[in-house]
């Protein structure tokens, strides 16, 4: 498969995955769509860095915080609304089933190891949302006047 297929295929999932979890979240349904965009917005560029997870991750984070500030600023409706199902395909899930197995099959040395690096990940996503949430608004609002 070619690579702009691929990106396609991770983009739509992306997308309808953030949706569900946002009708989970009880988002109105006016705002379902921009969840999606949100989060698929934050995992294509994961995606396109995945040579190094954390640098992707980072970005990533970044990405879904900044869309989400200007969405709560343009639509009225607070920003963890489109932050939260935003993030969620950046969570490390892989990460954390694979650092249970681990210790339940007793390989805790494995267990240590991808427990680490699935902390550092959920440290990494925290880190992104935090830089992009410490900004300004009128940073994020690309200099117009707001409210």
Known sequence: MSIV????????????????????????????????IGGAMGWLLFTALSDSP?????LGAMAVTWVSRILSMRRKKPATLYMIPGIIPLVPGVGIYFTMFYIVTGEHYQALLRGV????????????MLI??????RLINFGKKVG
């Not at 949706?19 to 999606?36: D, K, M, Q």
């Not at 690096?117 to 992104?128: D, M, N, P, S």
């Open 5 to 36: 297929f691929d990106m396609l295929l991770n983009g739509t999932l992306a997308f309808v995955g953030t949706i569900g979890f946002s009708i989970i979240f009880n988002v109105p349904r006016r705002e379902l769509l921009f969840c999606g």
């Open 54 to 58: 954390f640098i992707g991750v980072l």
């Open 117 to 128: 690096q699935t902390l550092g990940l959920a440290g990494v996503i925290a880190l992104g």
């Open 132 to 137: 992009v949430l410490s900004l300004p608004r």
